[in-house]
């Protein structure tokens, strides 16, 4: 063995550690060089997977909430019956006083109308609201009175076949019951339906609601879209 390789031995095993650290910082500066020359490689999107099966996933994807809002929409009352012509008239008791009643033949009050229709015509609610009350008296035969709501009370009658019970809660257009000739006092007019609205306790003339000129205001919640 030279003289040389002895030095370079005798070095290499005096300065082990040295070596190691140096060669350590050599590998650590390549590895920072390589990764700092990496061309700038745009991200790759992550593919679309189909779902042909249409099977659900396990990805549950949060659905967004719907938002509601309100709005104010007008609900009308409706003709509570299909009718031929309109018989004894309301008598308001400032312009119209009396009216003839054939069956008893004499001149008097009458707090609502009469409008005549085929014996068995469906009478239905006119606006949603609670029954008050179910009667069957001789003077006006069958009766049904429904509370509408908004102070407003109407008592229909001269029925036949009553559908409805004492605090049934009944829909806007809901049957309750057909048109007959059992309002003993205004048998002579035939086959009608007498209808009496209250409003706050007094009588008003109900042709307006039967006309569908009276409304309601009520809030409704939709969807905001
Ligand atoms: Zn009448």
């Known amino acids: 063995m030279s003289n040389n390789q002895n030095k370079f031995v005798k070095f290499v095993k005096n300065n082990v550690a040295l ?25 790759i ?41 309109e ?34 015509t469906a009478v239905c609610a006119m606006y949603e609201g609670t029954v008050l009350d179910v009667t069957e008296t001789y003077g006006m035969g069958g009766a049904v009175t429904i509370d509408h709501g908004n102070g407003v009370v109407a008592t229909y009658a001269s029925l036949s076949n009553v559908q409805v019970v004492k605090g049934q809660v009944v829909d806007k257009g809901e049957k309750i019951a057909l048109v007959s000739t059992s309002a003993s006092y205004e048998f002579v007019d035939g086959d009608h339906l007498h209808l009496e609205v209250t409003k706050d306790g007094k009588h008003v ?10 409304y309601n205001q009520k809030e409704v919640k939709v969807p905001n879209n």
């Open 19 to 43: 070596l190691l650290i140096a060669f350590c910082a050599v590998a650590i500066f390549a590895v920072v060089l390589a990764v700092g020359l990496q061309p700038d490689v745009p991200p």
């Open 45 to 85: 999107d992550e593919p679309v997977v189909n779902n042909p099966d249409n099977t659900p996933s396990d990805d549950v994807t949060p659905q967004p909430t719907p938002v509601i809002k309100t709005e104010i929409v007008k609900v009308y009352y409706q003709c509570p019956l299909v009718y031929e012509n």
């Open 87 to 120: 018989g004894m008239g309301y008598t308001d008791g400032k312009d119209v006083l009396f009216v003839y009643n054939s069956t008893l033949n004499v001149w008097k009050t009458h707090e609502g109308v009469d409008l005549i229709a085929d014996e068995g």
């Open 205 to 214: 003339d109900p042709m307006p609601y039967v006309n569908g000129e009276i």
